[in-house]
């Protein structure tokens, strides 16, 4: 069990004790994807849903996401994060849309955003699929991933292109 950090010695769930882990600058920046199809598209681009403007909102709820991440995934810290930014970018393949989400979390503390910035993308695009369901429930989300973190005792990291 040596290799898992939150098992204790009887093997069972634990917080991992950051109280030695020195403070420093952590970033992390994650992506996800919902494909839409054309018309969800242009309602979204033309902001034609009546639940308001989706992009915003689940902007919104990308941020509210990082920020409350300790509360839904059981081994995470709470942190003080510093920054958190959500980008959206549209690419076309054929007849289907695909809406590129990405978040960029920041915190200077013990440990680090990865859980912050994957749980804001993730929360981000299920709330496009719930503001847009009523249209077409056919909507794909994912891949969710980690694109490179920054600070901290293991260092940096990238990932290499998909």
Not at 13 to 18: E, G, L, P, T
Not at 35 to 49: A, D, P, Q, R, S
Not at 115 to 133: G, N, P, Q, R, W
Request: charged share 25%; proline share 2%.
């Amino acid at each position: 069990m040596t290799n898992f950090t939150h098992f204790n010695q009887q093997g069972r769930a634990k917080m991992v004790d950051i109280t030695d882990k020195q403070e420093s600058s952590r970033t992390a920046i994650s992506q996800s994807s919902i494909i839409v199809n054309e018309l969800i598209y242009k309602k979204i681009t033309n902001h034609e849903f009546a639940k308001g403007d989706v992009l915003a909102v689940a902007q919104v709820a990308g941020i509210m996401a990082a920020k409350q991440t300790s509360s839904i995934i059981p081994m995470c810290h709470p942190l003080s994060l510093s920054g958190v930014d959500i980008q959206f970018n549209w690419k076309q393949n054929e007849d289907k849309w695909e809406l590129i989400i990405q978040v960029e979390v920041k915190t200077k503390g013990s440990t680090g955003v990865e859980m912050e910035a994957l749980t804001a993308a993730a929360v981000t695009s299920l709330t496009i699929y719930d503001m847009c369901k009523a249209v077409d429930k056919g909507m794909v989300i994912g891949p969710t991933f980690l694109v490179e973190k920054s600070g901290g005792k293991s260092g940096d990291y990238k990932r290499e292109e998909m």
